[in-house]
């Protein structure tokens, strides 16, 4: 006779985790926070830093994780520093002002290795020193909220709150004084506005070549001819625009639409003419200047293009990189699937007077990438992809002859995801440097050299 099996009626006792007074940190996670451990699960503490003993609260538990905030730091890292900001506690801008500059770049470097050892992808051959620059006053656009006291604001991390701010040391200074001056003109408007977002800008102007002020002021009610010409009152020298509609016209103090752009001269190695590269706010330009200007020399030297080469820049946006790389290769095909950067980007090559380089619009999801690849007898790529990385189109470099490629990531777990597969398709990792481009964030920028087995080491 079968014997069903019949569950014991005796419970058995869950293990309830225990609200831990104090916590050990011996990590950081990249959202910024210090990584603990508490009977077996990972906890993540915010405001500490690798090596602190901490004391916590506000002590919440997820199935797989909990989370808390450092109250007192028991033992205190040697790497701590007094934040410099006043709003640092509140603003999700910066979420590791307490960190010393140095040490975060080197943090943010382990955790680029870490992912790369997750995915079974190869360690570098070359680790280049971090590529750096002053860790304030480095932001050249910024994007704020209005809180309904119509106070400029930033939210904080992780939630919809809204953080009035006075200040921001991390823009550059030309910025500084238009905070002011925004300020002043929202609270001369009435409570309920309309003014939800003040993105701006600083630049070289393209008529006299000296910095500029560009400030759109998003709102979802009509602004008054006083209440726009009240901007520039207080604004002077400021280029100031409204856009009453999501994806609406830009419009000038008098409503009349119009393209404002600025732009940024990159020097490039002796012996070749600087490009001008010419932006709008609705295109993509990296914030930090001074980085991308080091990105560009760091490209065209692992390239290391020649007149016979015809190369490709993947996810070009208005030419950033493709313009330069022309000035070396015999042609340049420039790939973006945005097709107002597309003619924003063939503006900047008329304007720069090179016809060696072609931008097309292409969605870059299709598999029309590999046949043109081949079609054109491209031998060297840059693909700069936004923050989901490329899975699709490292699958279609992978099956390529491509002798030599430049990884430009803002994302480290999708550039770690995407070395593993061009690994799998032959490319060895050449070189890996990271970029501070935002410092005090956890935001982590890195460029990386690939090239095919056995292909002589890059220098530099």
């Known amino acids: 006779m079968a014997r069903l099996f019949k569950p014991s009626s005796r419970r058995v006792p869950v293990q309830r985790e225990e609200t831990p007074k104090t916590l050990t940190v011996t990590d950081l996670s990249y959202d910024g926070r210090g990584v603990a451990r508490h009977q077996g699960k990972a906890v993540f503490v915010a405001g500490a830093l690798p090596g602190e003993v901490v004391t916590v609260s506000h002590y919440r538990r997820h199935k797989s994780f909990s989370e808390c905030v450092a109250n007192d730091i028991l033992t205190a890292s040697v790497w701590r520093q007094e934040p410099f900001c006043p709003h640092f506690e509140g603003c999700g801008g910066c979420q590791l002002q307490h960190l010393q500059p140095d040490q975060q770049i080197l943090l943010k470097q382990q955790q680029v290795l870490n992912l790369l050892s997750r995915q079974h992808a190869m360690a ?49 200074p030309a910025l500084w004084p238009v905070m002011e001056a925004l300020q002043q003109w929202l609270l001369q408007l009435p409570r309920k506005s309309g003014v939800t977002h003040i993105e701006c800008f600083t630049g070289a102007g393209t ?67 600087p490009v001008i590269i010419r932006y709008g706010p609705d295109n993509f330009s990296q914030v930090n200047r001074a980085v991308n200007q ?57 304007l720069n007077c090179i016809d060696s380089v072609h931008f097309l619009a292409l969605d870059l999801e299709s598999q029309a990438l590999k046949g043109l690849i081949r079609q054109e007898k491209i031998n060297k790529v840059l693909l700069d992809p936004p923050r989901a990385g490329a899975r699709f189109v490292c699958e279609q470099l992978a099956a390529t002859a491509i002798e030599r490629l430049v990884y430009v990531s803002c994302n480290p777990a999708s550039f770690a995801r995407d070395a593993a597969i061009l690994a799998a398709g032959g490319f060895e990792l050449d070189s890996l440097r990271v970029l501070d481009m935002f410092p005090h964030t956890s935001h982590v920028e890195t460029m990386a050299l690939f090239v095919r087995g056995g292909v002589a080491a890059s220098v530099g």
């Open 124 to 172: 570098p051959r070359s680790l280049l020193l971090p590529m750096s620059s002053a860790d304030t006053g480095y932001r050249s656009r910024v994007r704020f909220a209005v809180s309904g006291e119509q106070q400029l604001a930033f939210r904080q991390q992780g939630s919809d709150q809204l953080v009035a701010v006075s200040q921001c040391q991390v823009l550059e």
């Open 207 to 273: 008529d006299e070549g000296g910095n500029q002020i560009l400030v759109v002021v998003r709102h979802t009610r009509p602004l008054s001819a006083s209440q726009r010409q009240a901007l520039e009152q207080v604004l002077p020298g400021g280029d100031c625009w409204f856009r009453g509609e999501k994806n609406g016209p830009l419009t000038d103090a008098s409503e009349r639409p119009g393209q404002p752009q600025l732009q940024q001269t990159l020097t490039l190695p002796e012996g070749l003419e």
């Open 294 to 350: 080091q990105m560009v020399l760091q490209a065209l030297q692992w390239l290391q293009l020649q007149a016979g080469d015809r190369a490709m820049d993947l996810f070009c946006g208005v030419g950033n990189f493709a313009l330069p790389m022309a000035r070396q290769a015999g042609k340049v095909l420039a790939v973006e699937a945005v097709d107002a950067m597309v003619e924003a980007g063939r503006q900047n090559g008329a």
